[in-house]
């Protein structure tokens, strides 16, 4: 992390990973158990938020996994249960979002009560994303 945009001849710019569009697909197995196949342009970190339940926001339900994965074709494990632990009738309708995580940020604060303002994060480069 830099708090200035550093010397680029030191320090290149890195690429931004992401989920290759229209790489993923779900497979079943026949015990219930079910593969998550996507394609990444780069090593890294993803969350997979399986949202069982269809109430807006994270339920109990709804399942998160995180996992490193390298570049190209990823295939993730996921055992058929919900955050509960039952597992999840093969009717059922369930949205799955895949995220790239590209970055963790760690701040420590002295006296939060202080910092009225907070802090706000960018990027200087890739100029193209913004972090969330």
């Known amino acids: ?21 229209g790489t993923s697909s779900l497979i079943p197995d026949c015990q219930g158990h079910y593969y998550i196949v996507f394609s990444t342009n780069k ?12 109430l807006p926001g994270i339920q109990p339900e709804d399942v998160i996994i995180m996992d490193s994965v390298n570049a190209g074709s990823d295939t993730v494990f996921w055992n058929g249960l919900n955050g509960l632990g039952f597992p999840v009738p093969i009717t059922n309708s369930v949205n799955i ?4 995580i590209n970055g963790f940020i760690n701040l420590p604060v002295f006296c939060v009560p202080a910092n009225w303002n907070g802090y706000t994060v960018g990027m200087k480069r890739p100029v193209s994303y913004q972090p969330l």
């Open 97 to 100: 979002i895949i995220s790239f």
């Open 43 to 54: 090593g890294g970190v993803i969350q997979i938020i399986l949202d069982i339940n269809p």
């Open 1 to 21: 992390m830099f708090f200035n945009n550093p010397d680029s001849t030191i320090f290149p710019t890195g690429t931004v990973g992401k989920i290759e569009s």
